[in-house]
């Protein structure tokens, strides 16, 4: 079982940024492991931000293309995602969560075996 642990939300202004992190361990982390974000808003489900897989392919949903960044650091065993030019329909709790080897940067969350507990992210226009 891999564990995760999300740090970096907050409150900001619209136009702001911020960066989210996510510690993984556990005895069954790797590298090759496909990590992504997700968040989920007041009132509505939970949907994918973004996704990176064990060879570095990435993948983001339409509505945070040109603003936000994945990236991991596989030495630190951390998943990042940079996130500038915030909009106040980015308000949601932000999920770390990791999979299998998928050679895929997938999204779906049929992918996805652990989860962190979550990290706020308010933006205020």
């Known amino acids: 079982q891999v564990q995760l642990v999300e740090s970096g939300g907050g409150s900001v202004q619209a136009g702001g940024s911020l960066r989210l992190s996510c510690a993984a361990s556990?005895?069954?982390?790797?590298?090759?492991?496909?990590m992504g974000w997700f968040r989920q808003a007041p009132g509505k489900g939970r949907e994918g931000v973004a996704a990176?897989?064990?060879?570095?392919?990435?993948s983001y949903t339409d509505s945070v293309k040109g603003r936000f960044t994945i990236s991991r650091d596989n030495a630190k065993n951390t998943l990042y995602l940079q996130m500038n030019s915030l909009k106040s329909e980015d308000t949601a709790m932000y999920y770390c969560?990791?999979?299998?080897?998928?050679?895929?940067?997938?999204?779906?969350?049929?992918?996805?075996?652990?989860w962190g507990q979550g990290t706020q992210v308010t933006v205020s226009s």
């Open positions: 990176i897989d064990g060879d570095g392919h990435i």
């Open positions: 969560a990791t999979g299998g080897a998928v050679l895929e940067a997938t999204m779906s969350e049929y992918f996805y075996n652990s």
């Open positions: 556990g005895v069954t982390y790797n590298r090759y492991l496909l």
